[in-house]
T-cell receptor, first 111, second 113 residues
């Protein structure tokens, strides 16, 4: 079984809709991250959490919110989706060091 | 804002050729990681370098961290079609931000048989 899972893997939604992307991990890591990936821009950090009670904004948090429901679960919400939020979204986890372990990604299309 | 410039962005070569990908910044990083990503999957760690001047080898891949810990390179010898993919460098932000990474834009490598 995969250490980091993301659901859904693919999602098509309409402008203005609220959607949630979910991430679960079995690695026992305290730290979790949400990134988006756009062609030519690499991975950009949206939000990160170093433990259950810690939530921090990344470089592109506007239009997004997160919830850390448990050590193993970290969800990302788009309150009112817009077309420029069309992207590939990745969840990642890390332990004490800086190595991050990524999920398989969610491909989101906002029409 | 810390930036990590990766070059080239695209590389298309024939099997057997050598190549080098560069990752440069004006900032000092606590570590430099290289990831490889295949279509439909998340990035997977290839190597982490933490000491200025450090060189690590992984089969035909050689990774180097600059002496000042501001830059890194990935050299592939005798590239094979199986090396095709997106290569990402990422700099660790270190003390006070341990765990956070800054990613380069990525290098898409295509190795033709």
């Amino acid at each position: 079984d995969a250490d980091v899972t993301q659901t859904p893997r693919n999602r098509i939604t309409k402008t203005g809709k609220r959607i949630m992307l979910e991430c679960s991990q079995t690695k026992g890591h305290d730290r979790m991250y949400w990134y988006r990936q756009d062609p030519g821009l690499g991975l950009r950090l949206i939000y990160y959490s170093f433990d259950v009670k810690d939530i921090n904004k990344g470089e592109i948090s506007d239009g997004y919110s997160v919830s850390r429901q448990a050590q193993a679960k970290f969800s990302l919400s788009l309150e009112s989706a817009i077309p420029n939020q069309t992207a590939l979204y990745f969840c990642a986890t890390s332990g004490v060091g800086e190595t991050q372990y990524f999920g398989p990604g969610t491909r989101l299309l906002v029409l | 804002t810390q930036l990590l410039e990766q070059s080239p962005q695209f590389l298309s070569i024939q099997e057997g050729e050598n190549l080098t990908v560069y990752c440069n910044s004006s900032s000092v990083f606590s570590s430099l990681q290289w990831y490889r990503q295949e279509p439909g999957e998340g990035p997977v760690l290839l190597v982490t370098v933490v000491t200025g001047g450090e060189v690590k080898k992984l089969k035909r891949l050689t990774f180097q961290f600059g002496d000042a810990r501001k830059d890194s390179s990935l050299h592939i010898t005798a590239a094979q079609p199986g090396d095709t993919g997106l290569y990402l460098c990422a700099g660790g932000m270190g003390s006070g931000n341990t765990g956070k990474l800054i990613f380069g834009q990525g290098t898409t490598l295509q190795v033709k048989p």
